[in-house]
């Protein structure tokens, strides 16, 4: 049987924006850069996305298309069968942890979507009742859970279709619709009076602000925006015609990702300031900050139905791509059928992300490093697995790939004129510039 790919150029593209679109955008990126000195922190980040990370991408670009392979076989079947391999199932578990926290929070998107619906955010109830409202939600049994195994059900019946049909079909629809709704309440937002202190917040630079932690927070942050570090690019790249431009479609992600965040940024402060609101940080900012607002302001319901709309299906085009990673594995190393791969991933992510739900009201006595069972898993793997993934994958290119076939996938033979070109630089990013940088930006963050 021919292995599943992408029908299209668009097809690719807005499968991997979807990758790296996520709730990364839309709670963690306005909130990072309001505290780490606005458009200070954003030229930071503009810089490290495209030195770093940009070639990071690149790495594992390379890596999937080459192999046309899962993450396993791509890193033993271009080592020549050697240990390399463990690193590729690595990148494979990696995602599996992701996906079981990432689809908890799925499912309170789920829950809030299906709240607004009822328009329970137009009263014009108090922040502390918006607050109690989430709270009560999380710690309880069986809401969350239902709504976790809603989203990740709905993962993998997206995932078990294929990629053509499945993921890319999805991508096509959704990512387009994402982009329009999260422009709408942009400009609604930065129309209410009061907006310019949430524009202000955001985009004002402080350099004084940027020191080691904020610098390792932004590529910290890059990273986890990048989707990198967990074979999810490489997979998907695994699937992205021979003729495609990596460059090109490396560099149209990263910038679609920035833009995302920047656009989410500029949805959501104006809105949280125009009501005089400090804004919080991750879920406190989208689900209880948020619902006040949206109960303050006029059409509020309606926003709030097209916000948690839009929160869902960022999730959702990512958590596809997190599966599709183990999927692809089960199904080439382990002969396992589509279905029964995406069953096997369903039920160990379902129940460590149960045990995540639960951390919040059952479990939540339970401390592993100074926070509950949740906070854990995201510490875990967006702070330290993915950095080493991200590490490992250009070590593995830079030092342990001929320059030769780096240099023929990346140019596609060498038609390519222009990436021929800018290769050298590459090169030396990937072989230099970018273990040196994690390794001292990691540390820096750590002092
Ligand atoms: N990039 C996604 C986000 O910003 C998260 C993600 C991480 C997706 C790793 C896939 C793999 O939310």
């Known amino acids: 049987m021919s292995r599943d790919s992408f029908g299209s150029r668009f097809g690719a593209l807005v499968a991997m924006a979807g990758s790296a679109v996520g709730l990364g955008n839309l709670w963690r990126f306005p909130y990072l850069v309001g505290e780490n000195g606005g458009a200070a922190f954003i030229i930071v980040y503009i810089l490290l996305s495209f030195l770093i990370c940009l070639p990071i991408f690149i790495s594992e670009f390379v890596v999937g298309r080459r192999s046309q392979k899962n993450a396993y076989a791509a890193f033993r079947d271009l080592s020549g069968g050697s240990a390399w391999r463990w690193v590729g199932l690595f990148t494979i578990i990696v995602p599996l942890i992701v996906l079981s926290y ?3 929070i799925g499912g309170w998107s789920v829950d809030y979507l299906l709240k607004s619906f009822t328009f329970s955010f137009t009263g014009g109830e108090s922040q502390s009742a918006m607050a109690t ?6 710690s309880s049994t069986w809401a969350p ?14 995932v078990v279709v294929g990629i053509k049909d499945g993921i890319e079909k999805f991508s096509k629809v959704m990512m387009p619709l994402l982009f329009v709704i999260v422009i709408a309440i942009a400009i609604y937002s930065v129309t209410l009076p009061g907006a310019k202190a949430g524009l202000d917040y955001l985009f004002n630079p ?8 904020a610098i390792a927070a932004a590529l910290g942050q890059a990273f986890f925006s990048l989707s990198l570090g967990f074979g999810t690019i490489m997979t998907y790249a695994s699937y992205v015609d021979k003729k495609e431009n990596i460059m090109f479609q490396s560099t149209a992600t990263a910038v679609s990702d920035l833009m ?11 809105a ?11 879920p406190g900012l989208v689900f209880e900050t948020l619902p006040y607002v949206f109960g303050q302001m006029p059409a509020g319901g309606f926003i709030a139905i097209l916000f948690f709309l839009a929160l869902l299906v960022a ?3 990512s958590s596809i791509s997190m599966l599709e990673v183990a999927v692809a594995y089960l199904v080439e190393e382990k002969n396992l059928s589509r279905i029964g791969a995406c069953v096997v991933l369903f039920v160990i992510c379902w129940v460590v992300g149960a045990v995540c739900s639960l951390s919040f009201g059952p479990l939540s006595h339970v401390e592993i490093a100074g926070g509950n069972i949740f906070d854990f898993f995201d510490d875990l793997s967006s702070n330290i697995l993915m950095t080493l993934g991200s590490l490992l994958t250009v070590l593995f290119v830079g030092w342990r790939l001929k320059k030769t076939d780096v240099y023929d996938e990346f140019t596609n033979g ?13 090169w030396i990013l990937i072989r230099y510039v970018c273990p040196l940088a994690i390794i001292a930006i990691f540390i820096s963050g750590l002092l």
């Open 102 to 104: 990432y689809s908890v």
């Open 133 to 138: 409202m989430f709270s009560d939600m999380v």
């Open 145 to 158: 859970l239902l709504a976790h195994t809603g989203f990740l059900l709905t993962t993998m019946l997206i």
């Open 206 to 213: 402080d350099f004084s602000k940027i020191n080691g932690e």
């Open 260 to 270: 995302f965040a920047l656009i989410a940024g500029t949805a959501i402060m104006p």
């Open 272 to 282: 949280v300031f125009a009501f005089g609101i400090n804004p919080q940080s991750g």
């Open 315 to 317: 999730a959702l085009t």
């Open 414 to 426: 060498g038609a390519i004129s222009r990436n021929a070109k800018i290769f050298g630089v590459l």
